[in-house]
């Protein structure tokens, strides 16, 4: 039976409407997002950059989880001030794994760092998770604690 | 512009590609054509997952989208007679519109983020399909110069 991955449809399935000639090359759709992790101290940090998007959120869910799965007392911080786009299946991981880290696995709060980056604070704000998402200016101040809504 | 997708999702980022450069070829202020990429890549998003089914991330619902369900986009700039300036996107397919409450997500932000990003979003669910109009803010003339 084949495994259709939705990532690596041939590229001759983007057609003109009027079936002439292709809508150009296809990029390289796993770079369209990446997750780095670091330590820093205590804590663990996840950067992302790129698109948060249907294709690419579900890689974050998974780095996200991986994370809490490993933490052991550690404190876990997204920093999302290299995000290009943030699309409603980036949203609803953000408050799902913001909702998992409290309720289900008695975690500290999931600290978002949102800097002044446009791409990320605007959709959290127009959904009003922002009154929900513990959000913090820079990974220093999500280190510290100091967040926005103080 | 106009573009045919493949219901997949990849998708949505091909038509951020396009819309993208489109609008910065008419030259959109940044901060409008960013609102307008977010605007169409949820719509665009909303025909994959509601329209064909296809779950995030999931290969098994992928493989029940036929190479024949595609998504159409069409982007038009409509200028008045002062000089001012909306972009108009349609996006169409022909999937069987499935409400978000049935997939599980009650909560779903796209449409909170297409009435915020656009100036107007009509939404038009019939038993062949479903077509989104998205009406950009109004923009004033471009200017002269290069930006």
């Known amino acids: 039976m084949p495994v259709l991955c939705a990532a690596v449809k041939p590229a001759h399935d983007e057609q003109t409407p009027h079936g002439g000639g292709h809508v150009g090359g296809r990029p390289d759709r796993e770079q369209l997002m990446t997750v780095r992790w670091s330590d820093q101290g205590d804590a663990t940090i996840i950067t992302v950059h790129g698109d948060i998007d249907g294709l690419t959120a579900p890689r974050l869910r998974m780095a996200i989880a991986e994370a809490f799965d490993r933490l052991s007392g550690r404190l876990l911080v997204v920093d999302l001030t290299q995000v290009t786009l943030l699309g409603s299946p980036g949203l609803r991981i953000l408050r799902d794994s913001a909702e998992e880290a409290v309720h289900r696995r008695g975690l500290p709060p999931l600290r978002l760092v949102v800097d002044e980056t446009r791409p990320a604070i605007r959709p959290i704000e127009i959904v009003g998770l922002d009154q929900i998402l513990a959000l913090y200016h820079s990974v220093a101040d999500a280190l510290a604690g100091d967040d926005l809504h103080c | ?147």
């Open chain 2, 1 to 147: 512009m106009e573009a045919v997708l493949p219901a997949d999702w990849v998708a949505p980022s091909i038509a951020r590609d396009r819309v993208r450069l489109w609008l910065t070829a008419h030259r959109w202020s940044p901060a409008h054509r960013q609102d307008l990429v977010l605007a169409i890549s949820e719509a665009v998003s909303n025909s994959v997952e509601h329209g064909y089914g296809v779950c995030a991330g999931n290969a098994i619902s992928a493989a029940l989208a036929t190479p024949s369900d595609t998504i159409e986009l069409y982007g038009q700039v409509i200028t008045n007679r002062d000089g001012v300036r909306r972009a108009e996107f349609t996006i169409r397919d022909y999937g069987r519109w499935t409400p978000p409450t049935v997939l599980g997500d009650k909560r779903g932000h796209g449409m909170t983020l297409m009435r915020a990003c656009a100036d107007e979003v009509i939404i038009d669910h019939t038993a062949d399909g479903t077509t989104v109009v998205l009406r950009s803010r109004p923009l004033p003339r471009p200017p002269l110069w290069p930006v």
